[in-house]
């Protein structure tokens, strides 16, 4: 099983190009989530889905939508990135309310 | 937005001591609390999920505690190795909330041979 894969694992975009993370898990897990990880402030959720189509905001969504496009798959997309974007990525899955396992992270850079 | 904090921030130990950091979370609505150790240039793995008041796991030389009405958990490390050195992160999850998970900043522990 491969678990969590996120791609791409990195990515340099200009200030106003769009671009989609994209998520997939093999475990048959329920939920799904996206976090950014920025220097001083831990995990910060963006989007979650608590199950194949729902999804609901986190703490912070700006300049993101989502798509949980069937159980296995979750994407991010950025239609407009700017530097404040400039993070790293983890997608995340759960079976409802237990742990979570994370993918690698993608590392993306906005100039 | 939740508030879930840690503390210390961050904490240097010699080796063979022993340790803890306390993770803060609201004490009403309580649904699950987690723990998981981020280790440099990899991803966070789970180390504990605890949903009963009063509830201790342990793994290894890892332990925690958890007070869901005063609204805290504590981790504790027995002999700490430099192996040990990672992030330890605390998520709150609110019930109702779909599995919501709100994360802590974490606290850094670096073990000294």
């Avoid at chain 1, 700006?62 to 404040?84: D, I, M, Q, T």
């Avoid at chain 1, 790293?88 to 994370?102: M, T």
């Avoid at chain 2, 002999?79 to 850094?108: H, R």
Wanted: some cysteine.
């Amino acid at each position: 099983n491969a678990g969590v894969t996120q791609t791409p694992k990195f990515q340099v975009l200009k200030t106003g190009q769009s671009m989609t993370l994209q998520c997939a898990q093999d475990m048959n897990h329920n939920s799904m989530y996206w976090y950014r990880q920025d220097p001083g402030m831990g995990l910060r959720l963006i989007y979650y889905s608590a199950s194949e189509g729902t999804t609901d905001k986190g703490e912070v969504p700006n300049g993101y939508n989502v798509s949980r496009l069937n159980k296995r798959e979750f994407s991010l997309r950025l239609e407009s990135a700017a530097p404040s974007q400039t993070s790293v990525y983890f997608c995340a899955s759960s079976p409802r309310g237990e742990k979570l396992f994370f993918g690698s992270g993608t590392q993306l850079s906005v100039l | 937005i939740l508030n879930v904090e840690q503390s210390p921030q961050s904490l240097h130990v010699q080796e063979g001591d022993s340790t803890n950091f306390t993770c803060s979370f609201p004490s009403s609505n309580f649904y699950a609390l987690h723990w998981y150790r981020w280790e440099t240039a990899k991803s966070p793995e789970a180390l504990f999920v605890m949903t009963l008041n009063g509830d201790e796991k342990k793994k290894g030389r890892i332990s925690a505690t958890l007070n869901t009405k005063e609204g805290y958990s504590y981790l504790y490390i027995k002999g700490s190795q430099p192996e040990d050195s990672a992030t330890y992160l605390c998520a709150f999850t609110e019930g109702g909330s779909n599995y919501k998970l709100t994360f802590g900043k974490g606290t850094l522990l670096t073990v000294n041979p």
